[in-house]
């Protein structure tokens, strides 16, 4: 178990608390050797939570030209995630910045809370390489993910 990696995180969350949801179907080639889901598969649900939250309504928010890169993942295994069923998802965005954006995760197997994680994820010129400011249509597409 890791320790909390936000003052906000009190334990408790429920999916509703998100504005961003999504859901991941478990596959038995995801369980390792002690019959639970592989935690390197944590991050792929994640990852799933962050493409499905810039991919909303039918538009990529994300400015012409650029990508997005993880520059920071910190990643709490509350549970075990058993198989088979589902996860849900939950994303909601902590805070705005120039070029980048921090958003909180949680992934729920029932109601039950089983991994939370923390991502800033930065917005790169796929040019440059270098950090994109974000356009206002794009930082307010964030700014009404905050809860």
């Given at each position: 178990m890791g320790g909390e990696t936000s003052k906000s995180w009190d334990g408790s969350r429920e999916?509703?608390?998100?504005?961003?949801?999504?859901?991941?179907?478990?596959?038995?080639?995801?369980?390792?050797?002690?019959?639970h889901v592989n935690n390197a598969v944590f991050s792929t649900f994640l990852e799933t939570g962050r493409v499905e939250m810039l991919r909303s309504g039918g538009t990529l928010h994300i400015?012409?030209?650029?990508?997005?890169?993880?520059?920071?993942?910190?990643?709490?295994?509350?549970?075990?995630?058993?198989?088979?069923?589902?996860?849900?998802?939950?994303?909601?965005?902590?805070?705005?910045?120039?070029?980048s954006v921090q958003l909180e995760q949680v992934l729920f197997q029932g109601r039950r809370v089983m991994a939370r994680a923390e991502t800033v994820m930065v917005q790169v010129n796929g040019s440059t390489h270098r950090s994109q400011p974000f356009s206002p249509e794009v930082a307010a597409h964030f700014a009404a993910l905050q809860a």
């Open positions: 999916l509703e608390d998100f504005p961003a949801r999504s859901f991941d179907k478990l596959r038995y080639g995801d369980t390792d050797r002690q019959g400015d012409p030209g650029c990508e997005f890169v993880i520059a920071s993942l910190q990643l709490d295994f509350l549970g075990e995630i058993l198989w088979p069923g589902q996860v849900d998802i939950g994303t909601r965005v902590m805070r705005v910045g120039r070029s």
